[in-house]
């Protein structure tokens, strides 16, 4: 397969691998050491993300559930990002004024609100980052998940009627394919990605074929994340850090959502040449049932 166009780089960080698995460590972030300076934030307003924009990739937003309730903001920052202060960089981010009245949530009712909360701590967790290609989908094709035809092969389920081999993949590990894909190929952003979608939202109408996915993961991922060209290996490579966040105020979790869900997301998606960071969000729910209505940020 392709590579993915991507934009620009640097190594990220080391990830735990011992005879196929890996370990994703989660960590928490309370507060800076006085001798750290503090990251300061300023929105980009004027940023656009593709995904966003794309009238096709919007209307399978729609028919996933999950227009309207999955946003990406941009913002800057103020000073290099150096990876072991992930933790400070992640509380440093949601306890900035700026990001506090700008920083966008859906509430139980399902409306748009700036963040708001004072955050006392984040807990953060590495995302693996070093896909260039969607190669990583390749073993889907080869184990009989999908057809030549590129449709997608049904299934019973004792509780679904409607299920096919992907979504057996995705989620039951006794299944016959659940490790077809390695433990260290799930854990990467590209394919956490390729899983949110497949998934979907509350209401979410499932794709017969798989194309729709990975072109939509892919679309994604080309917004979020930034690739260099090695200047001694002439290799392409991820540059972006990305982290998934979950931050608490003093009543307990309040972001990305109050309750807990693994279709509720948020992750930041840190480019440190550009000192951009670029904020992906998601609520599970009802998403909107037209394209008129999507909030713009």
């Not at 807990?123 to 190669?135: F, G, I, N, Q, R």
């Not at 966040?245 to 480019?271: K, M, W």
């Amino acid at each position: 397969m392709s590579l993915i166009p991507l934009r620009g780089l640097r190594p990220v960080e080391t990830v735990s691998r011992s005879h196929g698995y890996c370990w994703i460590t989660t960590e928490m972030a309370e507060e800076t050491h006085a001798f750290e300076q503090t990251y300061i934030f300023n929105l980009l307003p004027n940023k656009t993300f593709t995904f966003q924009q794309d009238l096709h990739t919007t209307g399978l937003l729609m028919k996933w559930s999950m227009l309207g309730r999955i946003s990406a903001q941009a913002f800057n920052f103020d000073h290099t990002f150096q990876s072991y202060r992930k933790n400070d960089f992640a509380l440093n981010f949601f306890q900035d004024p700026c990001v506090k009245n700008n920083l966008k949530t859906l509430d139980a009712s399902g409306a748009w609100k700036p963040l708001g909360s004072d955050v006392t701590h984040v807990d953060v967790e590495t995302v693996p980052c070093t896909k260039v290609s969607v190669d990583i989908f390749e073993p889907i094709f080869s184990s009989g998940i999908v057809r030549p035809s590129g449709h997608i092969v049904k299934c019973y389920h004792e509780v679904n009627p409607d299920f096919d081999e992907l979504r057996m993949m995705l989620l039951e590990e006794d299944s016959d394919n659940y490790h077809v894909v390695s433990p260290c190929d799930r854990q990467e952003f590209l394919f956490r990605l390729f899983k949110h979608i497949v998934l979907g939202g509350e209401l979410c109408q499932y794709e017969d074929v798989i194309s729709p996915y990975i072109e939509s993961a892919k679309m994604i991922y080309k917004d979020l994340v930034n690739v260099q060209k090695d200047s001694d290996t002439r290799e392409i490579r991820v540059a972006s850090t990305i982290l998934k966040v979950a931050a608490h105020d003093e009543n307990g979790l309040c972001y990305p959502s109050g309750r807990d869900n693994e279709q509720t997301f948020a992750y930041l998606c840190i480019d440190p040449f550009k000192r951009h960071v670029y904020v992906l969000y998601h609520s599970f729910g009802i998403g909107l049932l037209s394209n008129n209505s999507v909030p713009c940020f």
